[in-house]
């Protein structure tokens, strides 16, 4: 779920937002055409389970990296930054010998809230994906093991593009139709939205030893990868003109 900040026009920057943009890109592509029948079927259920893990995997690459690269920009000194809609200002940042400390620790920074709790998101994705390739598990097991990691990332992420686009429409931004941050702040929440029903239907019910919805799992999951993938492709396209 890739996020636009407030960045410095540097190529340093550029290559890092595309690095980022890319690897979110590459796991949405994962998460979008995983559920798909006839990829299913073609890979087989393991292959297709390591789909799901490799596209996690690459999710929690691009969140660390969009947290450390608000981090490293070093946004503070009371200055609310807007995350996906570019409008929030660089603080002066602290000098001193708590400035490390201040870097990591930026409540008043929007950016810092919604690519934290993304990335504690793409951790518990990580978790599902990986204990959803084991086999034998009781229902109770199941929702334990894999469900509750899922729905953990789900509200994750719904919470993260929830603050990301609040701080947009605090900033006083006003959605227009060429503003590409307002897009991607968009379909962040749709994506999410998406990923979080399918979490819901995921659950194991006791008595059948199955999904609540599993075609809505799959759905969701498809329509959810492909919303941050839009998205992704959003931010590279930013990446490749402000690096040109």
Known sequence: MPHRHHEHPSARVSART???ASLFSVGSLCFALGPLPPVAVWLGDRNDSL????????????ASLSFLQVVGEGHGSGVVGSDV????????????SGSAVRRWWQPESSDWWADGIQLIGTLAFNVTTVMAMAVGWSARQENVRVWAPDM???VCFLLSSFVALSAA???????????????????NLCGSAAFGLAAIAALVIPASGG????????????????FFLVASLLLVTEAKEAGS
Do not use: E, H, K, Y
Request: charged share 10%.
């Open 152 to 154: 953990i990332g789900s």
């Open 85 to 96: 809609a570019g409008s929030g200002v660089v603080g002066s940042g602290v000098v001193g």
């Open 211 to 226: 999904l609540a919805a599993p075609r809505m799992d799959n759905l969701g999951t498809s329509i959810g990868g492909f």
């Open 51 to 62: 789909v799901f893990v490799f596209g996690a995997i690459c999710f929690t690459c691009a």
């Open 18 to 20: 595309w690095w980022i």
């Open 169 to 187: 429409a605090a900033a006083g931004r006003q959605l227009r139709a060429a503003d590409t941050g307002w897009w991607i702040a968009v379909l």
